[in-house]
């Protein structure tokens, strides 16, 4: 294994603290709970965001951490969902008044965690909604999920959510806007290698040298189909006939795509998968509205990359172009 | 050779069209010249900053195209300089009558190609100066080039002399900012793994399992010394030590850093690597006054990162902060 870093229990509370560096004027740092929060919070009389997960993703969720999108983000270790206490902690710090929600991913630990920490904040009067992302098409149940996995749209929900506390939306609008987005939001991923998990110290799995694994999730969990390496065109070409079919997506629609890097792919490529992606959608009169092509929600250094797509209403819209200051995504301000 | 591509000839056509569709609100794409350029461009009166190089590079050059930064990149194949036929169109596609600076990096294929494209532009009155960054400390010559090797500062130096020209500069006070900021600028960078030019189809070089190379080119040409792999911790320490003291930097300076990733490595990694090289810096009495940390200028999927100091005044920094909205740094608009 060869990893850039000082003893394997280290890595999360020292990249933490590395954040919490880089972006002292956005940013602070629990290192205690884990967990990386607005600078200027909590807002008062704002719906707060919260959302978290296995460390290993970067820049989700801490890179999401600002005006405009997440009030905190709570790190497990890598791979691993952070615990209760975190998520009750956080809640409390950000809580403004106005209630807390909270954006999870589909996996059973992160679902099952986020739950108790909601109960022990409502238990003290906190009100605390609850959102969970299952926007992957690739497989029914997988080896950390019961049902559909929560990946790309996880990202796109974040931002829209986040504009819409930040211009006064209360808890329930904000909540049902989440909802809404996780219905419209379908996502797959693909994978050329494995990512190591530092404690683990070896690849997750193996690809033969012409191998590639479609419908992979974000930890290396198996996807639909392992096969022979194709080109970008056909490898674009199945699995977006995977998500457009399942919403499906219409001719008329107008989406946000995400072309996402799983860690260890050149931006290069990147670019190239959106021309294809680009051509399909145009073909089926689907209009890319707004897009993202770079690496958002990664899996450690895999190689590989996934593909989200949002049908997207003109509120949508609004919400997105509105201004948005964290880490990872800046605009308007 | 895994590679997200259909054909290798078509790796820089099919990436730059995707960068066209993906920020057509930005950029215009010279599919012929394959060049990059601002869609809002020539900007009259304003000099006009150009750079370019091999690709594989990315976002480097393109992604910096855009207000406050560059007016065209001339993208050439993987790791193979454009030609002067590019520099002498884009110089002329972008001069809005104020001239024009290039920003070359130190590759001998890169300076002898912009000089040639310069030369045909000044032989028909346009106004241009050329600036060579050579800021890597690592060696002296190498594989590509004569004297050392231009990587990290150039895309500092494109910021700061893009918003210098942004604000009504002059040719020769951009050029001027330009010299100063590769004079107080130095980087190094290391490898753990090879990156594969999609042409070439093997690996460039070949490291052990528990190898590594520092002071690697961004092209995978040798460095300073292949060794055992170290902690985070001990690395950084070294390639600081060769950065402080080349230049040298001193107790009292102020800082931009830039730790970059070389496209394969996780951002997780990169800010525990920011961390070390903060701790690093604030022992020497040094302050980092600003920061990138992130892929900013890669070789394809080279897992290892590299770090770039910039000794910067205060009017730098007000350079820095100054907006600028290109693919791939934006902010203040």
Redesign the interface.
């Known amino acids: 294994m060869?990893?850039?870093?000082?003893d394997t229990a280290d890595?999360?509370s020292?990249?933490?603290?590395?954040?919490g560096?880089?972006h002292a004027d956005l940013l602070r740092v629990d290192l205690d709970k884990k967990t990386i929060m607005r600078a200027d919070g909590p807002i008062q009389g704002k719906v707060a965001l919260i959302s978290g997960g296995g460390?290993?993703h970067?820049?989700m969720h801490g890179?999401y951490v600002g005006m405009g999108m997440l009030d905190a983000a709570c790190a497990g270790e890598?791979f691993t969902s952070p615990t209760p206490d975190q998520m009750e902690a956080a809640t409390k710090a950000v809580d403004g008044g106005a209630g807390v929600l909270h954006i999870v991913k589909n996996y059973t630990g992160d679902v099952m965690n986020f739950e108790m920490g909601a109960e022990l904040c409502q238990a003290e009067g906190i009100a605390v909604e609850a959102v969970v992302i299952n926007d992957d098409v690739a497989v029914q149940d997988s080896l950390y999920t019961a049902g559909r996995r929560g990946v790309g749209t996880t990202v796109l929900a974040e931002k829209l959510c986040g504009a819409a506390a930040e211009r006064g939306d209360d808890l329930q609008a904000v909540a049902n806007l989440c909802r809404k987005v996780n219905d419209q939001g379908r996502s797959m991923g693909m994978a050329?290698?494995s990512?190591t998990v530092p404690a683990a110290g070896k690849p997750t799995f193996e690809l033969g040298?012409?191998e590639?694994e479609i419908g992979i999730g974000i930890h290396g969990e198996p996807g639909r189909e392992r096969m022979e390496?194709k080109?970008?065109?056909e490898?674009v070409a199945m699995m977006s006939e995977a998500i457009l079919s399942d919403l499906p997506f219409e001719s008329g629609d107008q989406v946000i795509a995400l072309v996402n890097g799983m860690?260890?792919?050149?931006?290069?490529?990147?670019?190239?998968?959106?021309?294809e992606l680009?051509q399909i959608c145009q073909a089926r009169g689907i209009t890319i509205a707004r897009?993202l092509?770079g690496?958002y929600i990664?899996s450690?250094?895999m190689?590989g990359?996934s593909i989200t797509l949002l049908r997207a209403d003109e509120e949508m819209l609004v919400l997105w172009d509105a201004p948005v200051h964290t880490p990872a995504l800046?605009?308007?301000?």
Do not use: D, H
Not at 2 to 6: A, C, E, G, Q, V
């Open positions: 060869k990893k850039l870093i000082n890595v999360v020292e990249a933490l603290v590395g954040i560096a880089a460390s290993g970067e820049p890179g890598v050329l290698t990512c040298p012409n590639m390496l080109s970008a065109r490898i860690g260890g792919t050149p931006l290069i490529e990147l670019y190239l998968i959106y021309n680009n897009q092509v690496n990664t450690l250094e190689a990359f800046r605009w308007g301000v």
